[in-house]
């Protein structure tokens, strides 16, 4: 059996088999043991390199590029933008949810675009909400797949782009993404009336070329954040994730401050003026105090 060696990306990870893209049409490789010991997990959105036959469309992926950024959940790797999707309704958006996505992706180096769907269930409150979204200089849209509202916008940020769309399990990813492209039709879930919360209708990552350079991925809804496996354990570059408050942070008299409730702090400061939104100060003071005790033992281990 005669093997050649050639790049691709990988589209789709399912039980340890790979589906990778190249040039030469798509293969299903295993990964090679090193990666295990390395401990090392491909993921979809890697750029690398496969030793393939054309019978069966089989073979090995050898060696993984190195990655621009890397999530552990959703797994995805080099990504350009994050949709981190919210409900207007049912369910209520989480805003330090949301933020903590939001930081997650600004610690990765991701774009992150903040998307309210089911805009026609909104009561007017969100409003003020995306107010602060749009004051930290965040990417903020309203959509709905019922009446189309902001679907054409969201469907030009993702061109020419590898884009994946995360949130809360039940806002209507899924729903937005089969809005977006039709031809994808994707599985979608009703809320839980018991739970709250949605059932989940995606059960891994895949993704899906949407043109000659657009990628996007949907992704599993989760209900809660480990903020120890998104590289947010670190207090000191936690602000960071704020990009709003990270230039008030540099300018801050005091070289220790935490930002969070020293008398005279540039970033208190510029909350009081109304440079930063106060839902967002709140959500960085409780993830603050999330991780302040965490050693740096700990971040390591938190790092996978």
């Not at 589906?19 to 690398?48: H, Q």
């Not at 009446?147 to 937005?176: D, H, P, W, Y």
Request: glycine fraction near 10%.
């Amino acid at each position: 059996m005669e093997y050649r060696e050639t790049d691709g990306l990988v589209r789709k990870c399912v039980g340890g088999f790979y589906t990778v893209e190249t040039l030469e049409g798509f293969y299903t490789v295993t990964a090679r043991g090193r990666f295990r010991k390395e401990g090392v997990s491909p993921c979809a959105g890697d750029r690398v390199r496969v030793s393939v036959t054309e019978e069966g469309r089989t073979g090995a992926l050898v060696e993984i590029y190195p990655r621009k950024n890397v999530l552990v959940r959703p797994p995805l790797a080099n990504l350009d933008k994050l949709f981190v999707v919210c409900a207007a309704k049912d369910p209520a958006p989480v805003p330090l949810l949301i933020d903590k996505t939001v930081a997650a992706a600004e610690l990765s180096g991701i774009d992150p675009v903040v998307v309210f769907t089911k805009a026609d269930l909104s009561d007017g409150t969100l409003e003020e909400l995306m107010k602060g979204y749009q004051l930290a200089g965040l990417s903020c849209r309203l959509v709905s797949p019922v009446t189309g509202e902001g679907i054409g916008q969201v469907r030009e940020m993702l061109t020419g782009c590898v884009s994946a769309f995360t949130g809360n399990s039940g806002v209507g990813k899924s729903t937005l993404l089969n809005a977006l492209f039709p031809e994808l039709s994707l599985k979608t879930g009703e809320v839980s009336r018991k739970l709250g919360r949605g059932r989940h209708t995606t059960r891994e990552v895949e993704l899906y070329k949407i043109d000659g350079s657009s990628y996007v991925a949907d992704t599993p809804g989760f209900s809660t954040f480990e903020l120890q496996r998104y590289r947010l354990t670190d207090k000191e570059k936690l602000i960071e994730g704020f990009r709003e408050m990270a230039p008030l942070a540099a300018g801050c008299q005091f070289t220790s401050c935490s930002h969070t409730c020293e008398k005279g702090c540039a970033v208190l400061k510029g909350v009081k003026k109304g440079l930063v939104a106060k839902s967002r100060f709140e959500s960085y003071v409780q993830m603050y105090q999330e991780i302040k005790d965490v050693k740096q033992w700990q971040q390591k281990k938190g790092n996978v």
